[in-house]
């Protein structure tokens, strides 16, 4: 693989006394599409919140291993959580635009970061929202509620806000799994305008998703990684019974 922009090395995880992540070793590609994909419970989820200590907010949840990002291990105990999520955004399943207009919700993140140039702000605004393909439907409402927009215009702006602060990497857990299959492929459309310009992993349920942006995919089973690699590997010739029968369908 290419260069890798974060490498998680013999990562365990546990809710108390359950382990829900065991010797997670996972390398996410810079630039790449990574699909995380396995049944109902696996561990998807709980993964993809700890690559940006999403977990923190959990008293019960405790986390041993790596999580390096560029060449910081993020778990270690002076990192910045503040300044680790403007690097590493999410994207939750439910869309989650903030009660304020459109515009607000692309330029609440820059104006936390201290951005009140206000033209340049409007600027940036249509900038981030061209990128997530919405401009063209929302540029004569710019101040009308978000919460009016569709759900699928409102995941678009979700994924608009999480850019304008210029993350490296995106987070996406099932993104597309409350919208209609129109607004599915726009979804699908934006993550692959996204790519090289930002590392991105994705948790899909979808097989088809995964085999249509994914570079990568790993699947996981029981809090593990069972197998990892080039998407078209990992579908048309899996190496294990178990990503065989998942990805055929048999289970999950
Ligand atoms: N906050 C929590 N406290 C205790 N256990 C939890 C917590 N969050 C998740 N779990 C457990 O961790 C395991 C993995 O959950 P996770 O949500 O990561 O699965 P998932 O693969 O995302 O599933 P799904 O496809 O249904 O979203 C499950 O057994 C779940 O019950
Ligand atoms: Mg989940």
């Given at each position: ?177 409350a919208l209609d299959p129109i607004s599915t492929s726009k979804i699908e459309e934006l ?62």
């Amino acid at each position: 693989m290419e260069k890798i922009k974060m490498d998680i090395q013999a990562l365990d995880l546990f809710f108390g006394k359950k382990q829900v992540l065991k010797n997670i070793h996972l390398g996410i590609g810079a630039g790449k599409i990574t699909a995380l994909i396995g049944p109902s419970g696996c561990g998807k989820s709980t993964l993809l919140r700890s690559l940006n200590r999403m977990h923190d907010l959990h008293p019960d949840a405790r986390l041993t291993g790596k999580i390096m990002l560029d060449d910081h291990n993020i778990l270690h105990g002076n990192t910045n959580v503040v300044h680790l999520r403007r690097r590493v955004g999410m994207v939750f399943q439910k869309p989650n635009p903030f009660p304020m207009t459109v515009a607000d919700n692309v330029a609440y993140g820059m104006k936390i970061n201290g951005l009140h140039d206000k033209p340049e702000v409007r600027r940036r605004i249509e900038q981030c929202l061209r990128s997530s393909f919405l401009w063209e439907e929302v540029s004569g409402e710019l101040d009308k509620s978000a919460l009016d927009l569709s759900g699928g215009q409102q995941q678009r702006l979700c994924i608009a806000r999480a850019i304008a602060v210029e993350p490296e990497i995106i987070l996406y857990d099932e993104p597309c799994s409350a919208l209609d299959p129109i607004s599915t492929s726009k979804i699908e459309e934006l993550i692959l305008s996204l790519r090289e310009k930002f590392t991105q992993v994705i948790v899909t349920h979808n097989m088809q998703q995964a085999q249509r942006v994914a570079d990568y995919t790993a699947f996981m089973y029981l809090g593990e990684v069972i197998e990892f690699g080039e998407t078209q590997q990992i579908f048309q010739s899996p190496r294990h019974e178990l990503t065989k029968n998942y990805v055929a369908g048999h289970f999950g």
